[in-house]
């Protein structure tokens, strides 16, 4: 419940070791009061928290999660019991998570080009076809060439450490 010790009043998160319940078909205060009553008829002990716009039950109880979401099925509601609790996807988190895959493929473009930059000079200054008598320019030519390649294979490798960072965070 919001506002049981150690933990603060509203808080989205249900308590540890809690029976979680996803309740749907709620409309009121009128259907809450039903699938509480539900969940005390089997166990008037239990400790309840709730997050009602979720559709979220939590109850610490000794009973088994099928028997309580059985009981709120009883009381005419559609319950599943979830091992985890859903993760929340705000339009905030899903456009910082756009940002984040463009800035870091970005700035795989940028090095990705510069390395190929770098790795078409050392081809020029390494080559020795290159500068000599009959090379109609096209080491030269290749600079480009290889900044751009290069630069797309930085800016797709950029976009998968992005995505690997976000992965991991979840």
């Given amino acids: 419940m919001p506002g049981e010790p150690g933990r603060p009043p509203g808080s989205r998160v249900p308590p540890p070791g809690a029976v979680l319940l996803s309740v749907s078909g709620l409309r009121g205060p009128e259907d809450h009061a039903s699938v509480l009553a539900a969940i005390r008829q089997r166990d008037p002990a239990a400790v309840v928290w709730t997050d009602w716009p979720r ?16 009981a709120v ?4 509601f559609i319950a599943a019991w979830l091992a985890h609790p859903p993760l929340e996807i705000s339009a905030r988190g899903a456009a910082a998570a756009v940002v984040r895959v463009i800035g870091f ?11 190929g930059v770098a ?16 090379d109609s320019g096209g080491c030269a030519m290749g600079i480009p060439m290889f ?8 800016a797709a490798a950029g976009a998968v450490v992005a995505v690997v960072k976000i992965a991991r965070r979840r």
Wanted: charged share 5%; hydrophobic share 55%.
């Fill in 105 to 115: 493929g970005l700035a795989g473009f940028v090095l990705g080009a510069l390395g």
């Fill in 73 to 76: 099925q009883d009381a005419g």
């Fill in 147 to 154: 900044a751009i390649g290069a630069g797309f294979l930085g």
């Fill in 119 to 134: 790795l078409a000079l050392a081809n020029i200054a390494l080559n020795p076809a290159c500068g000599s008598p009959g």
């Fill in 55 to 70: 559709g979220l039950v939590a109850v610490q109880t000794d009973w088994p999660p099928e028997i309580l979401r059985v």
